[in-house]
């Protein structure tokens, strides 16, 4: 493992993050862990840590549904590897953390050495799957919803992110600090690029990659 690094560990569970922290923090070098408990402590910790090398992301906390905060994360944050650890680990999921950007996949069930495994082979610059993922067949229109959301802009993400969580305009516009014809124009481009009709359509769209919370 690599010397001086700095990893956020995301979660919202504060005993998780301290098995993360103590599984990390007793690797070799000098790596300093930085918390975040919810997805508004998330961004703030990547913008208060411009040089953090990876970012642990559960996919389930306050503030975030499904891999709608991994979509979000990877436009606002693109340099950034993202691991998605989830106790949500079957083969689809991992086959779509990945397609949307993931940089590696660990197993909230992984045990201390693999979680050190998945954390080096990321920072060497490679990806990272659970040793028994054997991928999955991905279905046409998946796949095809994937490439849509892809084309979205780092504010187009976040906007879809927030309609995810049943946000108003008005609210998305405030939590933004823009104007709410600003958010409209948003939300009309976001159903463009998805080929949606509503807004209640493309949180469906989302729902069918496992991006809303169930």
Known sequence: MADNLTIIIADD???????????????????????????????????????????LLDLTMPGVSGLSGLIALRAEFPSLPVVVVSAHDDAATIQRALALGASGFLSKSAGIDEIRDGVDTVIAGNVYTPRDYQGAEQEPEVKALLNRLQTLTPQQSRVLGMLAEGLLNKQIAYELGVSEATIKAHVSAILLKLNVDSRTQAVIQLSKIGAVAA
Do not use: K, N, W
């Open 13 to 55: 569970h504060p005993l998780f993050r301290g098995a993360m922290r103590q599984a990390l923090s007793s690797m070799a070098g000098d790596t300093r862990i930085v918390e975040a408990g919810d997805f508004s402590d998330v961004r703030a910790a990547i913008e208060g840590c411009p040089e953090a090398d990876l970012l």
